[in-house]
């Protein structure tokens, strides 16, 4: 008997144990991403031009864009499903800042919105990982890589 309770005993203590790791995997799938983040050793202004020309550059539309508050949203083409009614868009949520002068950081939420043929209406997922991140911030490297050229140009002709 002494054995069949703590044997119990133990059962219970393993089971409550493994409900709180449970618990928070669960609370972190529902709970919104963080956004990527990347700093830049370049003033605020550079920054937020190389990121809305980064923008283009992965076919995406400007849309917001505020730059002396750092917002800037961009809207990827709507593709078509498989099915009638289906649509994919993507949206990407800029929010440039400058914390000390030369250092800006980039943050970057993608949100996927999804439409189906059912008709329910559309979901807005913010999404944790995808590979339009990287190539966004490649795009950013390199409009930023374009512009210090271009200013460097600049300077040797003067």
């Known amino acids: 008997m002494v054995r069949t309770v703590s044997l119990l005993m133990a059962a219970w203590f393993v089971a409550l144990t493994g409900c709180e790791s449970v618990s928070e995997r669960f609370q972190e799938r529902l709970a919104p991403p963080q956004p990527q983040v990347r700093s830049y050793p370049y003033d605020q ?22 730059a002396a508050q750092g917002i800037l949203t961009g809207y990827s083409r709507i593709r078509g499903g498989d099915s009638f009614g289906d649509a994919r868009q993507y949206t990407l949520d ?63 002709q003067q």
């Open 45 to 66: 202004e550079t920054v937020f031009g190389a990121a809305r020309s980064a923008l283009r550059t992965i076919d995406f539309q400007v849309g917001k864009s505020g």
């Open 94 to 156: 800029i929010r440039v800042r400058s914390f000390s002068p030369g250092e800006t950081e980039v943050a970057v939420v993608l949100r996927q919105q999804d439409e189906t043929s059912a008709f329910v209406g559309a979901t807005d997922i913010a999404v944790r990982e995808h590979g339009l991140y990287d190539s966004y911030f490649a795009a950013i490297e390199l409009a930023l890589r374009n512009i210090t050229r271009a200013d460097a140009a600049r300077e040797s």
